[in-house]
């Protein structure tokens, strides 16, 4: 029964994981074309996305410590 509960927990935690991840590539994308200066996807456009998730998930990491 224990096992199960671990499989269980981990299957939780890393779809949870799974789909803050893939919000937050929305929402930055998104932003990106709000407010920055983006016609279309190109090299730019993702090597740019990159640099901001990487910010984002530094900054997510400052605020829950």
Do not use: A
């Not at 927990?9 to 919000?23: C, F, G």
């Not at 983006?38 to 530094?58: A, G, P, S």
């Amino acid at each position: 029964m224990k096992e199960r509960n671990l499989i269980l927990n981990k299957k939780i935690i890393t779809e949870t994981v799974e789909t803050i991840i893939d919000s937050i590539y929305e929402k930055t994308e998104d932003y990106m074309f709000e407010y920055g200066n983006y016609e279309e996807t190109n090299d730019e456009f993702f090597e740019d996305r990159e640099e901001y998730m990487l910010e984002v998930i530094k900054e997510l990491n400052n605020r829950i410590k």
